[in-house]
């Protein structure tokens, strides 16, 4: 993929996610009906669906079994897809090396557009570098802030992970926490780590990461039990997702601890659990928009040449916090799958 004809600009500051999620569904739309899929679900957020010659799109991600983040990713996506007459192809595994096959699969397939998540950046280079010099573009979404421009990509969509666990560190000062645990659930994810150390940067008291095997639940919900029982001083333990959340609600209350719970990103169990008091908080960073965004960028790409963020600056889509003040506004789109 050729960059060089990409104006060059100073890095920008942060960009107004949803602002642009409001262009990108108005543009290049014609006045006939969605696709069948997004009728049917009640999700085609657009007002036609483009007249554009059909494309094919791969969307693959570290997706691990059973984790219901990505069906909210996938979401967007796919309503982006029947938006813009795009085909897309969805994949996914945990492992790198694995991701890394995918995405030559993909290029295998001749897709015209890849999106890739980059938890482990070294393991998807080359990938990503056989799909450019195939000429076909490659986005990012939600993981990899730091090094898809440097790895050749057109765009980026997500949050940038340190700057939300230090804005969640901060929260925590604000609640008097003194004793932090950050529970993460895949050791080596960039993203992740980032968001702990984040939170260790701005967060006046204690904190300590304890990494549990996010692929085996009950093995993360006695994890969990067993530090809190080995450490009664620890008054909060920050999650790195929402089904770790729940589970860690289930650990303070089987091991007797006082500890509050709060995480990264939603669900709709996630803001019923925050409705009733049992989460504090969550950091939302809206995967919908990550997928929507993603794909209808490829399609804007093709055709009109655009750039989202200019091919200089990340499109940021958190960190936005939820709690009891605006859950209730929120649960109604978590309910459909959507945030």
Request: net charge neutral; proline share 4%.
């Amino acid at each position: 993929m050729d960059r060089t004809s990409r104006p060059r600009s100073r890095r920008l500051p942060v960009l107004v996610a949803a602002a642009a999620a409001t262009a990108l569904i108005v543009t290049g739309c014609s006045s006939s009906s969605g696709g069948k899929e997004a009728e049917e679900s009640g999700e085609n957020l657009a007002a036609g669906k483009a007249s554009t010659p059909r494309m094919t799109v791969a969307l693959v991600t570290h997706q691990a079994p059973g984790d219901t983040f990505w069906d909210i990713v996938r979401k967007g996506a796919e309503a982006a897809a029947a938006k813009d007459n795009v085909k897309l192809i969805y994949s996914s595994s945990p492992n790198a090396a694995d991701q890394a096959n995918l995405v030559q699969n993909a290029i295998d397939q001749k897709v015209d557009g890849i999106a890739v998540t980059l938890a482990k950046p070294d393991a998807m280079k080359e990938a990503v570098t056989k799909a450019e010099k195939a000429g076909i573009p490659v986005v990012g979404l939600n993981s990899g802030v730091d090094d898809w421009k440097s790895m050749g990509l057109l765009s980026y969509f997500g949050q940038d992970e340190g700057i939300a666990g230090e804005a969640l560190g901060n929260r925590l000062n604000e609640t008097g926490a003194k004793n932090a645990v950050c529970v993460v659930q895949e050791q080596g994810h960039v993203g992740l780590e980032a968001r702990c150390a984040g939170v260790k940067k701005t967060f006046k008291g204690k904190t300590e990461n304890l990494y549990v095997n996010g692929t085996d639940m009950p093995s993360v919900k006695s994890t969990i039990n067993a530090k809190l029982k080995q450490d009664t001083s620890i008054d909060e333990v920050v999650t790195l997702g929402a089904p770790y959340a729940l589970t860690a609600v289930q650990s303070v209350s089987e091991a007797g601890s006082k500890a509050k719970v709060a995480t990264f990103d939603l669900n709709k169990d996630l803001t019923g659990a925050i409705e009733k008091g049992d989460i504090e908080f969550a950091v939302d960073q809206q995967p919908y928009l990550q997928g929507y965004l993603a794909v209808d960028t490829l399609w804007l790409y093709k055709n009109n040449g655009n750039y989202s963020g200019g091919g200089e600056a990340p499109v940021l889509t958190g960190p936005a916090f939820v709690d009891k003040s605006n859950v209730e506004a929120i649960a109604k789109f978590a309910a459909k799958g959507t945030r």
